[in-house]
């Protein structure tokens, strides 16, 4: 059997076609677990290898909902920014265990995604816009209200990202290591997700983007299918602003705002978001330009953009779906 | 008994009445031809027995309980599956994919991220009776948005079998068809219903196709119940004749 991506792939070569793509995969993942060794000699550094995997690992998790369901969020900077507060406050005020404040960044963000999600679900197209923004937007205001707890505007201070513990011994994460520790962590969600899309969950996923009336006369409740892939991409969007957190020592009530939220849609825009690989790429692409480009100009949001507007209008199915497309030519 | 039953059925929408009181009852294993002009209420009537809204007035009942306010996820359950006029299906996936979500829906597996060996093969068989009834087995791995409309109106009945229905509701399924295509369909409705014993309602402009394979007719004409019988009597008629075969039919066919 084929992955889920077979239903937007071509049909005839099919064959052809996904020994190519398990190639390609194969590929990314060997470039993956040799960053530190190859980023370094073409300018890079490993903290932005690490910052890549994150936000691919935000945008993957939202794609399910955005791609694959066909439910346009755009406040899942929401669910980013608890898992950063969750895991921060954790490390404060409870215990500082770097595998229990990930756990516990996770959680929250999961967890209000659950809370959320049945009060979405019913929407449909920009209304689910509407409200999804709202309540992200709801968020952001607790984060800077919440002076004595958040620390305002200023942002959450005061944790970092202490040893793991594995037995008796003490493991420093530097760069490299905690660079590890998310790839591993990015390979979880990975896999958790290709699951996902080709199981009957998955399915039923796409099936609601296709045809919510069809699905629905199938006897399915379609707003469960939605809230069940609201509920997934926040806490793997959670997970990721948990990582995130500990990579900086610091969050901030900006990974609430619904700017955040678009760049995440404009990654999985950017990639295609009918890939498996879209968004992962679509972050590759921002997170690298944005890297690059703010280096050399004050005004590399705009260039963002330009690329934004121009790869939509020239790779409407993303960067992968144009790759495919090219291939099956 | 009657597998369903409608009792003095009043469909309003605003000041207009859709449907008139209209009473009649299908028999289990029937293949019932639903016809009448444009506007008579032949999709109205097919939402209301598919709960899709409910009656302004009377009840229906169907195996022997009324189900005048069940909603249709309910009605699914119970065996009541229905196509659209405008083909309902998922038309980025492939043709195998249409007839795997369906089946692993069916099966209410809709929520399951997993699913063991078993399940799986299960479901494949599934799916292979689904091909092999439809006969559409050259096409499983086409695009469903690429194919032909007769062959989607196809894919469209293959996905409503997956439910394993006691009664299928075929709204127009021969609506735009080349005559291949239509013999196609008509051959899979005498099929379904002489082979599978499905009781079936279709709605069919096509005379041809209604006097060749119902085994009986309803004929509606805004609103009401104009008539009801076996080709012969319908198309002896005189008030059919007046009213639909005369101008509607003749007019359809210039
Ligand atoms: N949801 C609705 N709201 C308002 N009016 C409706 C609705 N559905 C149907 N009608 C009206 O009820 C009447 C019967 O419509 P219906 O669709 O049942 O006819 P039909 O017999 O299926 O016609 P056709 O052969 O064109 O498909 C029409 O006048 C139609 O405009
Ligand atoms: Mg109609």
């Known amino acids: 059997m084929s992955t889920m991506i077979r239903g937007v792939a071509a049909s005839p070569p099919r064959r052809s076609a996904i020994g190519r793509r398990e190639i390609a995969s194969g590929l990314i993942w060997l470039l993956l677990l040799l960053v530190p060794l190859w ?15 994150i936000y691919g690992m935000a945008a993957t998790g939202l794609n399910l909902l955005l791609g694959q369901t066909g439910g346009l969020s755009f406040g899942h900077a929401a669910y980013f920014g608890l898992g950063t507060y969750g895991t921060g406050l954790f490390l404060i005020h409870v215990v ?7 756990i516990a960044g996770t959680l929250l963000g999961g967890i209000a995604a659950v809370l959320v999600g049945p009060m979405v679900m019913k929407r ?6 509407m409200i999804t923004i709202a309540f992200g937007q709801m968020f952001y205001f607790v984060a800077v209200r919440w002076n004595g707890l958040t620390g305002g505007e200023d942002g959450l201070t005061g944790f970092s990202r202490v040893p793991l513990h594995i037995g008796s011994r003490s493991v420093a994460l530097g760069s490299t290591g905690y660079y590890y520790l998310v790839f591993g962590l990015f390979a979880l969600v990975m896999l958790v997700v290709w699951q996902i899309l080709r199981s009957p969950l998955g399915h039923g996923f796409v099936a609601a983007r296709e045809n919510a009336t069809r699905l629905r006369f199938l006897g399915v409740a379609v707003e469960r299918q939605i809230w069940a892939s609201f509920a997934i991409s926040g806490f793997i969007v959670g997970l990721a602003g948990s990582l995130d957190s500990l990579l900086v020592n610091f969050t901030s009530p900006a990974n609430f705002q619904w700017q955040l939220s678009g760049e995440f849609v404009v990654m999985c825009v950017l990639g295609g978001m009918r890939s498996f690989w879209g968004p992962f790429l679509g972050a590759v692409i921002f997170i690298g330009a944005q890297d690059y480009l703010s280096s050399v100009t004050q005004n590399w949001m705009s260039l963002i953009g330009l690329i934004f507007v121009l790869s939509v209008l020239f790779f409407p199915n993303g960067l992968l779906g144009f790759i495919r497309g090219r291939a099956r030519a | 008994m009657s597998l369903l039953v409608l009792d003095s059925v009043t469909r309003r929408f605003g000041a207009l009445q859709a449907l008139k009181g209209i009473s009649l009852s299908v028999e289990e294993g029937e293949l019932r031809a639903i016809i009448g002009p444009n506007g008579a209420g032949k999709t109205t ?21 009324v189900i005048t306010a ?3 996820n309910a009605l699914v359950r119970r065996g009541i599956i229905r196509t659209f006029q405008i083909t309902q299906i998922f ?23 997993y699913i063991g060996r078993a399940t799986r093969a299960r479901v494949e068989a599934r799916v292979d009776e689904l091909i092999e009834v439809t006969r559409i087995g050259a096409k499983v791995d086409r695009i469903a948005g690429e194919l032909s409309h007769g062959d989607q109106r196809v894919v469209e009945i293959g996905i409503a079998l997956s439910r394993a229905p006691r009664l299928l509701l075929l709204d127009e399924p021969t609506a735009g068809m080349g005559d291949e295509e239509t013999r196609h369909m008509t051959d899979l409705i005498r099929r379904l219903n002489r082979t599978n014993g499905i009781t079936m309602l279709f709605v069919e402009h096509d005379m041809a196709i209604v006097f060749g394979i119902a085994d009986r007719i309803t004929v509606l004409d805004n609103g009401a119940l104009l008539a009801e019988g076996s080709a012969a009597e319908i198309a002896a008629n005189p008030r059919v004749q007046a009213a639909y075969l005369g101008d509607a039919a003749g007019a359809r066919a210039a």
Request: aromatic share 10%.
């Open chain 2, 45 to 65: 009537l097919f939402n209301l027995i598919s709960g899709y809204f409910p009656p302004s007035q009377g009840s229906i009942s169907f195996a022997g309980s």
């Open chain 2, 70 to 72: 069940v909603s249709p």
């Open chain 1, 124 to 129: 449909r197209g920009i209304y689910f816009s």
């Open chain 1, 96 to 102: 500082p265990s770097l595998p229990l404040a990930i």
């Open chain 1, 39 to 53: 980023l370094p000699a073409i300018g890079g550094y490993t903290d932005l290898a690490t910052r890549i995997l």
């Open chain 2, 91 to 113: 038309l980025a996936l492939t043709v195998y994919e249409n007839l795997r979500v369906a089946v692993e829906c069916a099966m209410g597996l809709q929520l399951r991220p």
